[in-house]
């Protein structure tokens, strides 16, 4: 008779915990239910802004928890935690066997022989031609303008009736080193198309998020000094070649007294162009006399120090560009060989980058 009882309590006791396990699950579910399985729309917000207050208390106590670990590590003498990098699209690319190495010579030897060696060795002092398309815009003379200010020895012809390959032909004869080609599409300009004269390259570009010199706060007026040109994250091959492309319009001895700068930063194959200039501005720091190290005839009358800060002040214009395609020698939409061109089955993943 005690066996049997023992053994109905052991199964009572197994059923009550297979029944509080189920309570819990059932309460885990009801606790994890997503935002977007409730059809009502305020209390999916009222669910979807409790989930993200949990997160950022969580958040907030890992932040504190790592701080007070390399607090007590100084404290100790002991070397703190590494700092965790972020994941980011740009650190998880894509493995790319094209990305440059600084001890690759055939690439260097590639750059002694390629069509821009006579500009970048300054054997020849770059000239730009800039025309539009056929059917101007409104937006596109003020774009050109602003285009000639940034670049150094560049002339405005006008498109007229002509072909891109006569006026190829015509810009060889005044020996041009560049052509640059403004496209504009309902009244505002909307690709750029970079023609190396007299070899080649063409490289055509998608041009996006145009803002002019007037519609920025605050913008500076550039001066006539050469400026100095900084490319950024153009890491493979691809990049290099179009890298070699932009610093072919410019001059190679930047006048730095200007205090002008071009940049073009390279981030998920968007080009951002940038036109700033350096201001050193004299400030003046007010420091009592018995906090530094003064006579005592000072002692405690404030002192003023002129301390210098370098600011950047934006001069325009602003746009981002596209590479679409890099073509062999100059503009030939016929017979032209291209060398890459963007098609729309490469965009397999968000962290794949051609530049």
């Given at each position: 008779?005690g066996?049997?009882?023992?053994?109905?309590?052991?199964?009572?006791?197994?059923?009550?915990?297979?029944?509080?396990?189920?309570?819990?699950?059932?309460?885990?579910?009801?606790?994890?239910?997503?935002?977007?399985?409730?059809?009502?729309?305020?209390?999916?917000?009222?669910?979807?802004?409790?989930?993200?207050?949990?997160?950022?208390?969580?958040?907030?106590?890992?932040?504190?928890?790592?701080?007070?670990?390399?607090?007590?590590?100084?404290?100790?003498?002991?070397e703190?935690?590494?700092?965790?990098?972020?994941?980011?699209?740009?650190?998880?690319?894509?493995?790319?066997?094209?990305?440059c190495?600084?001890?690759?010579?055939?690439?260097?030897?590639?750059?002694?022989?390629?069509?821009?060696?006579?500009?970048?060795?300054q054997?020849?002092?770059?000239?730009?031609?800039?025309?539009?398309?056929?059917?101007?815009?409104?937006?596109?003379?003020?774009?050109?303008?602003?285009?000639?200010?940034?670049?150094?020895?560049?002339?405005?012809?006008?498109?007229?009736?002509?072909?891109?390959?006569?006026?190829?032909e015509?810009a060889?004869?005044?020996?041009?080193?560049?052509?640059?080609?403004?496209?504009?599409?309902?009244?505002e300009?909307?690709?750029?198309?970079?023609?190396?004269?007299?070899?080649?390259?063409?490289?055509?570009?998608?041009?996006?998020?145009?803002?002019?010199?007037?519609?920025?706060?605050?913008?500076?007026?550039?001066?006539?000094?050469?400026?100095e040109?900084?490319?950024?994250?153009?890491?493979?091959?691809?990049?290099?070649?179009?890298?070699?492309?932009?610093?072919?319009?410019?001059?190679?001895?930047?006048?730095?007294?200007?205090?002008?700068?071009?940049?073009?930063?390279?981030?998920?194959?968007?080009?951002?162009?940038?036109?700033?200039?350096?201001?050193?501005?004299?400030?003046?720091?007010?420091?009592?006399?018995?906090?530094?190290?003064?006579?005592?005839?000072?002692?405690?009358?404030?002192?003023?120090?002129?301390?210098?800060?370098?600011?950047?002040?934006?001069?325009?214009?602003?746009?981002?560009?596209?590479?679409?395609?890099?073509?062999?020698?100059?503009?030939?939409?016929?017979?032209?060989e291209?060398?890459?061109v963007?098609k729309?089955?490469?965009?397999?993943?968000?962290?794949?980058?051609?530049?």
């Amino acid at each position: 008779m005690g066996g049997k009882r023992k053994s109905d309590e052991n199964e009572g006791m197994e059923v009550d915990e297979d029944s509080n396990n189920s309570n819990k699950k059932m309460k885990k579910e009801k606790r994890e239910i997503l935002p977007s399985s409730i059809k009502n729309k305020e209390k999916r917000s009222a669910v979807h802004a409790k989930l993200k207050h949990q997160k950022k208390l969580e958040k907030r106590k890992k932040l504190k928890a790592r701080d007070a670990v390399a607090k007590r590590a100084l404290e100790l003498g002991e070397e703190p935690p590494p700092k965790q990098i972020p994941r980011t699209i740009e650190n998880t690319r894509e493995a790319d066997e094209t990305v440059c190495m600084p001890d690759d010579e055939e690439l260097f030897a590639g750059n002694d022989a390629d069509e821009f060696s006579a500009i970048l060795k300054q054997d020849r002092t770059p000239k730009i031609l800039i025309t539009t398309c056929r059917f101007n815009s409104s937006r596109g003379p003020a774009f050109i303008n602003e285009l000639i200010s940034v670049i150094p020895n560049a002339h405005y012809y006008k498109r007229g009736t002509y072909d891109l390959k006569k006026i190829v032909e015509y810009a060889n004869n005044k020996e041009f080193t560049s052509l640059i080609v403004v496209h504009t599409n309902r009244r505002e300009p909307d690709a750029l198309l970079i023609v190396g004269l007299p070899y080649g390259p063409t490289a055509h570009f998608k041009l996006s998020s145009l803002v002019l010199r007037k519609d920025i706060k605050n913008h500076g007026n550039p001066t006539s000094h050469e400026p100095e040109l900084v490319l950024n994250n153009f890491t493979t091959r691809l990049g290099h070649r179009i890298g070699r492309v932009i610093q072919s319009l410019f001059p190679q001895s930047p006048n730095f007294r200007g205090r002008r700068v071009v940049t073009f930063h390279n981030q998920r194959d968007f080009i951002f162009f940038r036109h700033h200039r350096y201001i050193f501005d004299t400030k003046e720091t007010k420091q009592s006399g018995s906090e530094g190290k003064k006579s005592k005839d000072t002692k405690g009358e404030s002192i003023s120090k002129e301390k210098v800060i370098a600011r950047l002040q934006e001069c325009g214009p602003r746009f981002t560009l596209k590479l679409v395609s890099l073509q062999h020698g100059t503009f030939d939409t016929k017979g032209g060989e291209y060398e890459w061109v963007h098609k729309p089955e490469m965009d397999t993943s968000r962290r794949r980058f051609f530049l």
